[in-house]
């Protein structure tokens, strides 16, 4: 049963495994450095489909549909389903889970979208309120780019700061301790806004949360970086990787050379044209499920803390003036489950 | 930490824009499309389109943009050329193509109909009415 | 073929484009707020008869930035004001302009039928 230490911080005492977990690209993920690695990639973004909006919804079936046959559970064994992605209420997780009938909650952590539906499956199971859960999410580079930025034909220029919207899903499915990964514990993040209004530049609004949550954890659990393997946050990209060290560094955690973000290792940055990283809540959850929880599954990788980082805007609030409000929420994601001792 | 600090860092981490590179560049590529411009003006003078020659040239401007928009290449070729594309009168049919391309999957009227002048409708509202203005005080003042 | 036309109507054209990426690096400025500032000052220089000279001198140069569809607004209300009067500030504007509206929404029409927006990458 959970176990809240420190004051935002719950250790996963009974450590939930993830037993199943599935990741889904298209071609511009699969020419990338970690494209061998995911479960299904697409030559073609439209997977088949009329409409981006339903191209994504097929990703998420269909990542869904891997993971699932990857632990060899079927619909009517899960008990909740947590999806989330980009668009506006959520249709893609909707949609994509209307012939499932697996009780459904959907959210909206903008990127982060995979570190909160996995924070909130392990908290269901590791308090025993389900047996297994599903966590997914999903995003696509066109649905995004005509919902918040411009049609996909229109003559614009990117900034260097700005960010490639991955064109991906990750899946997993969460169960009670069985094998490694484990899901030790979850740090649930807060809104943090240090006044970024340029939305090209997310990584440097998403940075303060991602720093906020990890000191956080570090305060709450009284560990540092060197005893992690690897800090891996969700899409901060070049900018906010750079500011997150930083800010990590003047907080007294040095942590440059452990971390790692999803948003640089899904692409090539300077051949596939993409500025500061890739980005969107299908970045972090299929760089996750494609490319490290396999090491995690197999030892490579002993103890990871996952942070999908978000920014909170809406077209609305970016018009309207507003600032960039970002969030990050944690896991520490374990080859090992927590021993007797750590249980008490 | 303030937001006055974090906004120093973020502009020391930020990569700039290769400012005079990208300017260069819409200079070169805004030169060319005026060039094509003044070519087809000059085909259309000797045609004998007489003083509707300019504007018979914008016209094919806008709908060689249209074409090229709707081949799916105005946007590589943007990417580079930057406001070289944007200014001139092929940037604002450009606008109204893709619009009216992304959104047909809303539908005719509200889809394609609609959004078609999401990013140009601005232009028409300011410019008509600026000359609308200019039309009262020139009328007041003659 | 009049080369010099030509070498001034790229010289003029790519400066007033030049300007315009100025403003996208240096300042915070959107493009949609950039190209409305072009089409006003167009309206407001040709309204005090300072772009007619540069339309003499660069031709297409001047014409085909947003400028030039600022200028042929103004110039189509000071030709209408002249004829109707106080009528003519609010047709004479759209009048000038109608053929490149009408062409651009036809052909964002068709385009809008016939083509689809592709994947990018």
């Not at chain 1, 909740?80 to 949609?95: K, T, V, W």
């Not at chain 1, 580079?141 to 919207?165: D, I, K, N, V």
């Not at chain 2, 249209?66 to 049919?93: S, W």
Request: hydrophobic residues 45%.
């Amino acid at each position: 049963m959970a176990k809240k230490i420190g004051s935002q911080t719950l250790l996963l005492t009974s450590s939930p495994s993830i037993i199943g977990y599935a990741a889904v690209g298209a071609k511009k993920e699969k020419e990338g450095p970690l494209g061998g690695y995911f479960d299904f990639t697409s030559e073609d973004s439209s997977f088949g489909e009329k409409t981006w909006e339903k191209s994504e919804t097929f990703m998420q079936k269909k990542v869904v549909e891997l993971a699932l046959e990857k632990c060899g559970v079927s619909d009517n064994e899960i008990d909740f389903l947590f999806a989330g992605d980009l668009l506006n209420q959520c249709i893609s997780s909707a949609y994509a889970s209307r012939e499932r009938k697996i009780p459904f909650f959907g959210l909206y952590g903008a990127c982060s979208t995979m570190s909160e539906s996995l924070c909130l499956a392990s908290m269901f199971v590791d308090a025993k309120l389900a047996n297994r859960c599903l966590a997914v999410t999903s995003s696509h580079f066109c649905s995004a780019e005509r919902q918040f930025r411009f049609p996909l034909e229109y003559g614009g220029q990117r900034t260097p700061t700005s960010q490639w919207t991955v064109t991906g899903a990750g899946a997993c499915v969460v169960a009670p301790k069985a094998q490694a990964p484990y899901l030790r514990a979850v740090t649930v993040g807060t809104v943090e806004d240090l006044g970024i209004t340029d939305i090209n530049n997310m990584g440097a609004a998403m940075a303060p949360a991602a720093a906020r949550t990890l000191c956080q954890y570090f305060q709450d659990t009284a560990t540092r970086p060197e005893d992690y393997d690897l800090i891996l946050t969700g899409d901060l990209g070049f900018v906010g990787s750079r500011l997150l060290e930083r800010l990590m560094q003047s907080e007294g955690y040095p942590m440059a050379n452990l971390h790692n973000d999803c948003g640089l290792m899904i692409f090539d940055r300077l051949k596939q044209d993409v500025h500061a990283g890739g980005s969107g809540c299908g970045c972090a959850a299929s760089v996750l499920c494609s490319f490290i929880l396999p090491q995690i599954a197999c030892q490579r990788l002993k103890d990871v803390l996952f942070l999908a980082t978000g920014a909170l805007m809406s077209p609305t609030s970016t018009q309207q003036g507003e600032s960039i409000p970002g969030i990050a929420h944690l896991l520490h994601i374990s080859a090992f489950p927590h021993t007797k001792e750590e249980q008490a | 930490m303030t937001k006055q600090e974090y906004a120093q860092w973020t502009q020391e981490e930020s990569p700039r824009s290769k400012g005079p590179v990208n300017i260069f560049k819409a200079f070169l590529s805004g030169g060319v499309v005026c060039t094509i411009g003044q070519l087809l003006l000059s085909l259309y003078e000797r045609l004998g389109a007489g003083e509707n020659a300019a504007i018979f040239a914008s016209l094919s401007l806008v709908v060689l943009s249209a074409v090229l928009t709707g081949l799916n290449v105005y946007d590589n070729i943007a990417k580079h050329a930057g406001a070289g594309t944007l200014v001139p009168i092929t940037g604002f049919a450009n606008s109204m193509v893709s619009a009216a391309m992304e959104f047909k999957t809303e539908g005719y009227i509200l889809g394609l109909g609609a959004k078609m002048f999401s990013i140009a409708g601005p232009v028409i509202v300011y410019g008509v009415s600026a000359s609308v203005i200019y039309g009262i005080i020139l009328y007041f003042i003659q | 073929m009049d080369l010099w036309m030509l070498l001034k109507a790229f010289l003029v054209g790519g400066l007033i484009c030049a300007v315009g990426q100025v403003l996208i690096d240096y300042t915070k400025l959107t493009p949609a707020r950039i190209l409305v500032s072009f089409v006003v000052l167009g309206v407001i220089l040709g309204g005090l008869g300072l772009y007619q000279p540069l339309i003499d001198f660069a031709g297409a140069g001047a014409t085909v930035p947003l400028t030039g569809f600022g200028a042929t607004l103004a110039k189509g209300v000071a030709e209408a004001v002249k004829e109707d009067g106080l009528f003519g500030a609010f047709t004479g504007g759209l009048g000038a302009t109608a053929a490149g509206i009408t062409v651009a929404i036809v052909a964002a029409l068709l385009a809008g039928l016939f083509c689809k927006s592709a994947e990018k990458g």
